[in-house]
């Protein structure tokens, strides 16, 4: 059983930054898919970004060229960097790893981010 911690949400003004880690409680291999995702009140948890061990990284439409996720496998954290953050991007941020089988599915248990003048 991995146990995934996010930590570094909070509150920042329309255009500010924000820096999110996730910690594993086991080394993350190479061969693992690791994500963000995000859940707003009222609507479905949605992909912000993956690291794939095979098909390299992507993100979603409404945060390309804002965010960027980021591993390092050695210290078993994954980041999401998020740049000039809108009000539309608050939301409980979670972190997900996948593994080869479907057994290998792990959530932390998100981090608030809100993002309000």
């Known amino acids: 059983q991995v146990q995934l911690v996010e930590s570094g949400g909070g509150l920042v003004q329309p255009g500010g930054s924000l820096r999110l880690s996730c910690a594993a409680s086991?080394?993350?291999?190479?061969?693992?898919?690791m994500g963000w995702y995000r859940q707003a009140p009222g609507k479905q948890r949605e992909l912000v970004a993956v690291?794939?061990?095979?098909?390299?990284?992507k993100y979603a439409d409404s945060v390309k060229g804002r965010f960027a996720i980021s591993r390092d496998n050695a210290k078993s954290t994954v980041y999401l960097q998020m740049n000039s953050l809108k009000p539309e991007d608050t939301a409980v941020y979670y972190c997900?790893?996948?593994?080869?089988?479907?057994?290998?599915?792990?959530w932390g248990q998100g981090t608030q981010v809100t993002v309000s003048s």
């Open positions: 690291e794939q061990s095979v098909g390299g990284i």
């Open positions: 086991e080394y993350i291999f190479s061969i693992y898919t």
């Open positions: 997900n790893l996948k593994g080869p089988r479907p057994t290998i599915d792990y």
